[in-house]
């Protein structure tokens, strides 16, 4: 890795800057009412931020295919499970309590 | 020791035979592809073993013998699994007109409630040629109805109402087993069903002493409980009235369309502000821990048996909150069908329960 | 074969005996870091999806539980933990550029920051035993929807009264009675976020030991252009947890705040 | 062949790993990988053996009908604890943390695991674990079931539930640091020549098992911590009374616990793949099928976990799903023992020991998957669902296969940990007895399953009890099998023969050094120019050295 190119201070500050306005952006919209696509948008802004920290902070940008499939692959696995354990809550009238 | 020992069930039940083919059949496939491999395994072993100057041949493989015992395989277990779900889907759905039964389980006991009223304990009397439905809950942990001469088991969970349905076909007294492990005497959760021909069973629902029925014991509770007051049906009720609401979809104030099945009308009594009623508001109280799970199933029984005057009022799609079959989420269809049947139930002998309407709430 | 053991003499002496170069380590040390996130993932994985259902299930109350904790709080936490990310990933670029003292700097500021983080969440836990609105019945009081258990104060924390308040202008239809049962409701949605937030904070406690141990170790000069893979993981960590952090705080402050205003 | 090592007398090498160092110091902080699976090896065998008594206990009770040895509370701690021990303690470690720990490395051409003092840190967590279960044992003994149920763990037990579940989650940790391990180590420390097409099937197997680790394992640690915290404050996530839902617990650890299984089977699967070939001296059949079909069985295992669930309440479509894909882990299991048997095909075949174990493996596995069928096949699975019938099935899988291949592996790679031979015919005799034991146990309770005898019963009814009289005298016979390698391996310390570096003439790395190894594993790091597996080519030419 060490051959590789590594980010400098100055691609740092733009990363904390988006992740600072990002945050904001949250924070303000969630004041706003957006009706279902609260959540949706919430959540798309934080799905960005913390790309933009694997990508640049965590250096995934600059590393192996490896560790970018090692990764997906987490991400797949998280998705395997919220989904298929969803399949079977959204399929049934919800548990009534 | 018994030493004729049994070594397969009793079919006493009409899904019985069904399972029993599917098992059988994997029987068979499970017998020839072991022996196949046994056979094999011990024939190479034989004919290839090492002697003086043997060499192996080396092969490599084959994609060709791959292809063909992926293949094989997959086509074999889409058969299975095809066949499997069919027969499962069949348990799933329940049958029309069915006779319902309430049961509860709990550390460790089952008590049954019939229709007419009649309470057991650990034993459940079904008749032989009818559908018989149990609509299960329990009142601590999880247990499990299973009776294995019959084929079915059902997980039987706190706080939602679960069903098994079967329709026996042998008189005898067969196995009532707790499969879901609940505690010390999970062995001893155990009794026995019944059945009865249609001739016995009524004699036996004739002699048991009942305090009414289950129905006319749902509506003690109503009163007693003073439900009345606002479930009325007048238009000055503070609550939505309960009559023919059975089994039919509810807009609710959020607009979401729900069914008021066992378990919604459960629900609207421990938790009535999650799910109210469009056009009301919800100034419901909680009645959990001040009703016991038997009289929930005895008021959800005599909402049932609530219903207008109409013939049928029930199959009355234009409700008052106008909805389409549309709006139904499909999940609810099949349950929906299966309680539309619900006012013409009656208990063998043709004795309808004691009429509730009589005395309109 | 490149490298035996017969070759010794250039050996930087952070090159454990198992591997055959300082680029086969660091290598091997973070691909084996990335792996670690991925049970960590996992785990809070784990907790997402129970997190989910349970939203699904009681939506209203998660609302309420939701708007009663402090937004402001919420919202300067994530700041704080983004700009401790931030001095986090200059800690590594200063140890790849052999900057001895930066490092040591940039590693206190992160600790500050995350110091900060673990006071502003130790001043809401507080808040929130205050109000008495600790899940379950063996810490604190007693969970209690109507706050004030202990506090002097008996507008603090009365959940049912702030559903019912006409400034929450989502369901028209919300009673006394109705109020009252989702503000019950709500313990659930406190269980989740003292199970997330406290996993979180368990994994930040962790955090701050191990940049305690690399300040020690910067501050003797071990990371250079060299070697700098320990410095390397614990920002991966540090990132990580911050990242956990970026869906927390939608997740569990901003439920449906448009209704209730801040 | 035979001729060649006939001639030249193998001697114990002067130096390796056992002699480097002597005193506890150097095996309690030992970094060596082939050390920490000896430990392992201790400690698993210590826990195999509690598990052991716990079972014969079971199996004695069972005798009579009513329940007439144990109090039914006493009954319930002892599956309990035979179910927590063999699984978590035996079953998960066995295969990756004894030989997987002492052979990947060597067999991939490297000095050491990535991480050795993570690779300690794991026996130390496993001990850790082991500890607590004791400890939870010792002080009266828990009654959950293994499979800690929700909501009779959380709220209705008097026990120390949630004691066992910590060493459960330490434990599990522990697991993760080994499969942590094995995937760098796979990755990262390839011994020039070793491509990924050129990995031993263990390897590959126990790479595929690594998989399920780092990514399973977590998942059952945030379960048992959110049980212990809804038992210990009282806090709703699970228990319907305190508004929480017990099906979302099944769901939670089944997400780990049948990926489990395939933790358990997998590197299993790869100790037989490297005998088969070795004693029919042959290249095995399909050799990147088989190890795909590795990655296969471990992908698709997290996709079926609620085939456990189909009564328990989960809607009808999700159901039909999880049917559906659980036929899909069903194909690569069948790939693997059609490959294993062709590859005995014209073979010259040698039945000894190891081979034996692998037979009886492929038998039994080939049983036990198939009977996996009948409990993916929704209809029929609502009525063998919680009866003897799965009991049958997971142990003809775990005991059948599992066990029987970690004993293969055990004899087969027996001379390279310690340098001596184990005696041929009491092992040969301890194999056809625990493959008679094992029939004789095992196999009457499929019949009692789908008779409907429900598991966890402390007293049946007494038309079972033929088969469970039955069962149990198979289980003492199964015990003699268990016990005779204990007392043959230990007298082969000192009274067996000395093996040489490759008493099979195998191929792979790990025949290629000495036997025992030298701490650092070779004089110097191989460069692997063959195919695995080059049986019949020059397999006879590394023989000497």
């Known amino acids: 890795m060490s051959e590789h190119s590594h980010p400098t201070p100055g691609l740092y500050v733009v990363i904390l800057l988006a992740l600072v306005v990002g945050t904001c952006l949250t924070w303000g919209i969630a004041f706003v009412d957006l009706g279902k696509w609260n959540p949706v948008v919430a959540l798309t802004i934080a799905v960005i931020k913390a790309v933009l920290v694997v990508l640049f902070f965590m250096h995934v940008h600059y590393s192996s295919k490896l560790t970018k499939v090692t990764i997906s692959a987490g991400v797949f696995w998280l998705m395997i499970m919220i989904t298929m354990s969803l399949s079977d809550y959204l399929t049934r009238t919800f548990l009534p309590q | ?361 | 074969m490149s490298t035996s053991q017969t070759t010794t003499t250039d050996h930087h002496p952070a090159l454990a005996h198992q591997f055959d170069s300082m680029e086969q380590q660091q290598e091997a040390s973070t691909f084996g870091m990335w792996v670690f996130l991925l049970t960590e993932l996992m785990m809070f994985g784990g907790l997402f999806t129970a997190y989910l259902i349970y939203r699904l299930k009681y939506y209203p109350a998660f609302v309420a539980g939701s708007t009663s904790i402090s937004v402001s709080w919420g919202f300067a936490n994530t700041l704080v933990l983004i700009a401790s990310s931030f001095t986090m990933a200059m800690t590594v670029w200063a140890a790849q550029n052999g900057k001895r003292k930066t490092q040591v700097w940039l590693l206190l500021a992160t600790m500050v920051l995350g110091t900060a983080f673990l006071g502003v969440k130790a001043k809401e836990y507080y808040d929130k035993w205050d109000e008495c609105h600790i899940p379950g019945h063996v810490i604190g009081k007693g969970f209690n929807a109507w706050g004030g258990c202990s506090a002097t104060d008996k507008s603090l924390g009365n959940i049912a009264e702030e559903i019912r308040d006409p400034k929450a202008h989502g369901n028209p239809n919300v009673t006394e009675v109705s109020a009252e049962q989702t503000a019950k409701r709500t313990e659930i949605f406190f269980s989740f976020y003292f199970a997330m937030t406290g996993l979180h904070a368990f994994h930040m406690v962790i955090g701050l030991g191990l940049l305690a141990w690399l300040t020690l170790r910067a501050r003797s000069g071990e990371f250079g252009p060299a070697y700098y893979t320990p410095i390397e993981l614990g920002g991966l960590y540090w990132h990580f947890v911050d990242i956990v952090w970026i869906f927390l705080f939608p997740l569990l402050y901003l439920i449906s705040r448009h209704q209730h205003g801040v | 062949m035979s001729t060649a090592t006939a001639i030249v007398k193998p001697v114990m090498p002067e130096r390796h790993f056992l002699n480097d160092n002597y005193g506890i110091r150097s095996w309690l902080l030992t970094k060596d990988h082939k050390r920490i699976a000896i430990l392992y090896l201790f400690s698993i065998t210590f826990f195999f053996l509690i598990g052991g008594v716990f079972a014969s206990l079971i199996r004695l009770h069972l005798l009579t009908p009513n329940g007439e040895l144990f109090e039914a509370d006493t009954y319930n701690k002892l599956f309990t604890m035979h179910g927590v021990n063999m699984v978590f303690f035996f079953l998960i470690p066995s295969v990756p943390a004894v030989l997987g720990n002492f052979l990947v490395p060597i067999m991939v051409g490297t000095k050491d695991l990535a991480f050795p003092k993570i690779n300690l840190l794991s026996w130390y967590l496993y001990m850790a674990g082991g500890t607590f279960s004791m400890a939870a044992m010792v002080s009266g003994g828990v009654d959950s079931g293994w499979t800690f149920y929700a909501p009779l763990s959380s709220g209705y037990l008097k026990t120390h539930v949630i004691m066992l579940a910590v060493g459960v989650i330490i434990a599990g940790f522990s697991s993760i640091f080994t499969g942590l391990n094995f995937i760098v180590t796979v990755h990262r420390m390839r011994a020039p020549g070793m491509t990924w097409g050129r990995l031993p099937l263990f390897v590959w197997s126990n790479y595929a098992a690594s998989l399920i680790m780092i990514l399973g394992t977590p998942v059952i640690a945030i379960t048992l911590i959110l049980l212990a915290l809804e038992r210990g404050f009282h806090i709703g996530i699970f228990d319907p009374k305190l508004g929480g839902d017990p099906v979302l617990f099944q769901h939670m650890f089944w997400f780990y616990s049948h990926p489990a299984v395939y933790i358990m089977i997998l590197p299993g699967m790869g100790v037989i793949s490297e005998i088969v070939p070795c004693f029919s001296r042959k290249r095995v059949f399909g050799y990147s099928f088989v190890a795909f079909s590795s990655v296969a069985i471990a992908v698709f295992g997290f996709v079926v976990w609620a085939h456990h669930m189909f009564v328990a309440g989960i809607s009808v479509y999700s159901a039909l799903v999880f049917s559906l894909l659980s036929y899909a882990v069903a194909i690569p299991s069948a790939v693997k023992v059609f490959n294993w048997t062709a590859t005995m095909y014209k073979g010259s075949i040698e039945m000894s020991t190891p081979m034996l174990y692998a037979m009886a493996f492929i038998g039994l596995f080939t049983i036990g998957g198939l009977t996996g069928l009948f409990l993916a096949a929704l209809g029929l699975d609502i009525h063998i669902h919680d009866t003897y019938f799965v009991i049958a099935h997971f142990h003809y899988v775990m005991v059948g296969g599992m066990v029987t291949a970690y004993l293969g592996g055990l004899h087969f790679w027996w001379p390279k940990i310690t340098g001596r031979m184990y005696p041929e015919a009491p092992a040969k005799l301890a194999a056809l007895i625990t493959f008679i034991g094992f029939n004789l146990t095992f196999f009457p309770q499929f019949i009692l399953g789908y008779m409907g005898m429900p598991r966890r019963y402390w007293a049946y009814p007494p038309e079972f009890q033929v088969l469970n009289v039955l069962s149990s005298a198979g289980a003492s016979v199964l015990a003699v099998g268990f016990l005779l390698p204990l007392l043959y391996f230990a007298w082969s310390l000192k009274y067996g023969e000395v093996a040489g570096n490759n008493p099979w003439q195998a191929t792979g790395l790990e025949w290629e050094t000495s036997s025992p190894p030298p701490t650092h594993n070779f004089h110097e790091i191989p460069i692997v120019t063959k195919d695995p597996y080059a049986y019949g080519e020059d397999a006879e030419v590394t023989v000497v050295h």
């Open chain 2, 1 to 361: 020791m018994q030493l004729n020992f049994p070594i397969f069930p009793e079919q006493a039940s009409s899904m019985a035979g069904q399972v029993d083919a599917l098992y059988l059949f994997l029987v068979l496939i499970t017998t020839f592809f072991s022996l196949l491999i046994a056979i094999l395994i011990l024939y190479f072993a034989i004919k290839y073993r090492r002697t003086p100057g043997r060499q192996a041949e080396q092969i490599h493989g084959s994609t060709l013998l791959e292809i063909v015992w992926t293949v094989i395989p997959l086509g074999i277990s889409m058969v299975i699994f095809v066949w499997g779900a069919v027969i499962y889907y069949h348990m799933e759905r329940p049958p029309a007109n069915p006779l319902e039964i309430y049961g509860v389980g709990k550390q460790w006991m089952w008590k049954f409630q019939h229709p007419g009223g009649q309470r057991e304990i650990n034993t459940l009397h079904v008749p032989t040629g009818r559908d018989v439905k149990v609509t299960l809950i329990s009142q601590d942990v999880i247990h499990s109805f299973f009776v294995p001469a019959f084929r079915v088991k059902q997980d039987v969970l706190p706080n939602r109402y679960v069903f098994t349905w079967f329709k026996a076909t042998q008189p005898g007294t067969y196995h009532l087993f707790c499969s879901q492990y609940c505690g010390t005497k999970h062995s001893g959760m155990v009794g026995q069903v019944v059945v009865m021909t249609p001739e016995d069973y009524a004699s036996w629902l004739a002699s048991g002493k009942a305090e009414g029925s289950l129905a006319s014991l749902g509506e003690k509770a109503f009163q007693q409980y003073g439900c009345t007051t606002c479930h009325r049906p007048d238009s000055g009720a503070r609550g939505p009235n309960l009559e023919g609401v059975y089994g039919r979809p509810i807009r609710l104030t959020d607009n979401r369309v729900v069914l008021a099945d066992d378990n919604y009308i459960r629900e609207s009594i421990l938790e009535p502000n999650a799910k109210v009623v469009s056009g009301f508001q919800s100034i419901m109280p909680t009645f959990r821990g001040v009703v016991s799970e038997d009289e929930i199933i005895a008021i959800t029984e005599y909402i049932k048996h609530l219903s207008p005057q109409q013939a049928n009022p029930l199959n009355n799609r234009s409700t008052p909150t106008e909805i389409r079959d549309s709006e139904v989420p499909n999940i609810q269809q099949q349950n929906k069908q299966q309680n539309q049947q619900q006012p013409a139930q009656q208990t063998p002998q043709g004795k309808r329960p004691a009429n509730p309407s009589g005395k309109k709430p």
